[in-house]
T-cell receptor, first 112, second 115 residues
């Protein structure tokens, strides 16, 4: 079974804090993705990575950065958290030429 | 640009009745199409995909979807709904000729099956 794990299910942070969201996959997938999920907006792609140390901006990268130092781990960083970044964050992975993505359980981040 | 629309925020169906969750798409070329399901407090799970071939695609849990090129639609269907089908459903699309690995998700449709 493919497993994608995320470091926290729930997280509460203060405005201005630096926030790290970690994602690990155990299936040697090349591609990894970070999405945020908001009611009525569906899933919006923040960043994705198709190889170690490679990254590409998604549709809403502003206010976020990412790091992929190892193939199995993809980190999302909020340099200075703001209240409009309160959301559910989903990580996913996929094989290089496959379109089926495997999702983690999500991290519900609240910024106060 | 790619886009996908799910025109219904919520669909309510009685158990045992057929269900349809609607999806329309827009891509510049030929599409790859997907349906994902999200059960409460869980991540998204892949249900089915259309890549090429037969327009009727069968997936997990008895679901199927029909690709209609002329109507640019990919509606999700099931002949007999179960209460356990209650969840949030997402349609997604990718342009076949896009070099990127990313797919575009719709806004989601909440399916509620009443006993």
């Amino acid at each position: 079974d493919v497993k994608v794990t995320q470091s926290s299910r729930y997280l509460v942070k203060r405005t201005g804090e630096k926030v790290f969201l970690e994602c690990v996959q155990d299936m040697d997938h090349e591609n990894m993705f970070w999405y945020r999920q908001d009611p009525g907006l569906g899933l919006r792609l923040i960043y994705f990575s198709y190889d170690v140390k490679m990254k590409e901006k998604g549709d809403i990268p502003e206010g976020y950065s990412v790091s992929r130092e190892k193939k199995e781990r993809f980190s999302l960083i909020l340099e200075s958290a703001s209240t409009n970044q309160t959301s559910m964050y989903l990580c996913a992975s996929s094989r290089q030429h496959s379109y089926e993505q495997y999702f983690g359980p999500g991290t519900r981040l609240t910024v106060t | 640009a790619q886009s996908v629309a799910q025109p219904e925020d919520q669909v309510n169906v009685a158990e045992g009745n057929p269900l349809t969750v609607k999806c329309t798409y827009s891509v510049s070329g030929n599409p790859y199409l997907f349906w994902y399901v999200q059960y409460p407090n869980r991540g998204l799970q892949f249900l089915l995909k259309y890549i090429t071939g037969d327009n009727l695609v069968k997936g997990s849990y008895g679901f199927e979807a029909e690709f209609n090129k002329s109507q640019t639609s990919f509606h999700l269907k099931k002949p007999s709904a179960l209460v356990s089908d209650s969840a949030l459903y997402f349609c997604a699309v990718r342009d076949r000729y896009s070099s990127a690995s990313k797919i575009i998700f719709g806004s989601g449709t909440r399916l509620s099956i009443r006993p």
